[in-house]
């Protein structure tokens, strides 16, 4: 009795151990079957878009430019160097012609000095500033700020096999969406 046990035990773990094989070759042959049924697309309803918003804020530098009144003033010195010349020339001929004898050299220069004097004196009397009014122009650049409201993309809820669903989604996708269906086996432990 105790062979045929044995011989019982024997055959019945070679028969499970052919078995194995056999059965993931099965699994195998049904997972390369449905392979081509894996992943599929479908259209589901959808229920409601609604936009995202963002605020876009930009600078934008613009230069503004003015004409600003100048007023502009010359002063003419009567020709001072011109004067003083003449005056100093005349003064040293007169003091050299002054008298007889020794000093002529210093009369001279006493001369052309009181005559450099007076020609000082006359162009003062003819000196006078003169104003003008310009124009000059002046530019500053300052930066109009402007924000603008965009689109950032569409909150989309849609129904699928009497469930809801949302997703967000950087277009809108009109009245039906498109869904990639991905199927595999559940193994339940």
Known sequence: MKNTT???MVTSLMAMFAVIPLAQANHDDYARNTSDFDNFVVNAKVVSVTPIFK???????????????VINTDYHDGNRSGRMLLGG????????????????????????LIGSQIGSRIADK????????????RCNTQNVSETRKQVDGYNVSYKFRGRMFT???PYNPGRRIKL?????????D
Do not use: F, W
């Open 6 to 8: 044995k011989n019982i």
């Open 55 to 69: 605020y876009v804020t930009t600078n934008t530098p613009i230069e503004h430019c003015y004409r600003n009144r």
């Open 89 to 112: 020339l005349i003064g040293g001929v007169i003091g050299n012609n002054i008298g007889h004898g020794g000093g002529r050299k210093a009369r001279a220069v006493v001369g052309a």
């Open 126 to 137: 003819h000196a006078y500033t003169e104003q003008h009014v310009g124009y000059q122009q």
């Open 167 to 169: 997703t967000i989604m």
């Open 180 to 188: 990639s269906v991905n199927i595999s086996p559940v193994i339940d």
